[in-house]
Nanobody, 123 residues
């Protein structure tokens, strides 16, 4: 059984930064690509970023490119999302997920999901 637990969400002013962490259980964590998605109230869940199993390749939605950075530490079973220059439109619940396809932006390619972390950006 795989469990993913996000932390690090909170309230921040526009232009500020937050770092989300995702702790993963399971001995095969390092074998899988990982990703972050987000869902704002009344909107569909959308892709934010993904990272290959080795951490060697990363992928971003156009809306966050240049502001967000995804990374992972396989020795610690952790995935991170560093979010800089935050905007009010980044307000959402952010989800960490395990992927079956490297670099995928499609939610159905992800088989395990965390419970989500709320990020609120005030203007």
């Amino acid at each position: 059984q795989v469990q993913l637990v996000e932390s690090g969400g909170g309230l921040v002013q526009a232009g500020g930064s937050l770092r989300l962490s995702c702790a993963a259980s399971g001995r095969t964590f390092s074998s899988y690509p990982m990703g972050w998605f987000r869902q704002a109230p009344g909107k569909e869940r959308e892709f934010v970023a993904a990272i290959a199993w080795s951490g060697g390749r990363t992928y971003y939605a156009d809306s966050v490119k240049g502001r967000f950075t995804i990374s992972r530490d396989n020795a610690k079973n952790m995935v991170y999302l560093q979010m800089n220059s935050l905007k009010p439109e980044d307000t959402a619940v952010y989800y960490c997920a395990r992927s079956k396809v490297s670099g995928s932006s499609r939610a159905y390619d992800y088989d395990y999901w965390g419970q989500g972390a709320q990020v609120t950006v005030s203007s």
